[in-house]
């Protein structure tokens, strides 16, 4: 009966072993997805209106806006229609060093109807500051002035990942998966 006893023991901690394995092999393939995703995926920052309860919001999705790579910018067209309503056109002005140099780009529509842009990130950038302006026409449409979505003069500010603190957490998760 001794035998039979360690034959099942044996047994169990083989088979416990066998499962220790596979969630390993699993959480180490799932933090490579995670790492890969964020590499490979293009994230978006979005900018949307809740008209329910008159909220503005911007957020990223699809991942982290990475310095040194493209993202996307897409603004709501419940957004545009409250801040913007006799405007068909709207402007994206955006700065990685805090408008001491900026660029202007016209969002256009997406294939989902909504109002977006693509850029590239510079590798060497921390932040990115946005605001967005349409112009307001008069008699055929010579404009009189601007109207801005700037979060009420603050400017929209987001913290960009760099390529440095992505390796350090891609080095985090493969030797968390050992």
Known sequence: MFSYINYSTLKA???????????????????????????SATPTLY???????????????DGSLIAGSSARI????????????????VYMRYSYDFWQSCQDVELKTTATGELGAAIKIP?????????????YPYDDYKSWGFIWDSNYGKNFTV????KKDLEEKEKFERLNSI
């Open 13 to 39: 901690l083989l088979a416990l072993m066998v499962i220790f394995n596979a969630i390993a092999i699993q959480a180490s393939s799932a933090a490579a997805e995670t790492v890969s995703k964020l590499k």
């Open 47 to 61: 900018f949307t209106y809740n008209g329910e309860n008159e909220k503005y919001k911007h957020f990223v999705g």
């Open 74 to 89: 897409v603004y709501a067209n419940r957004r545009k229609d409250v801040l913007f309503k006799n405007n068909c056109t």
């Open 123 to 135: 590798a060497n950038a921390s932040t990115i500051q946005i605001a967005f302006f349409a112009a």
């Open 159 to 162: 913290k960009l990942v760099s």
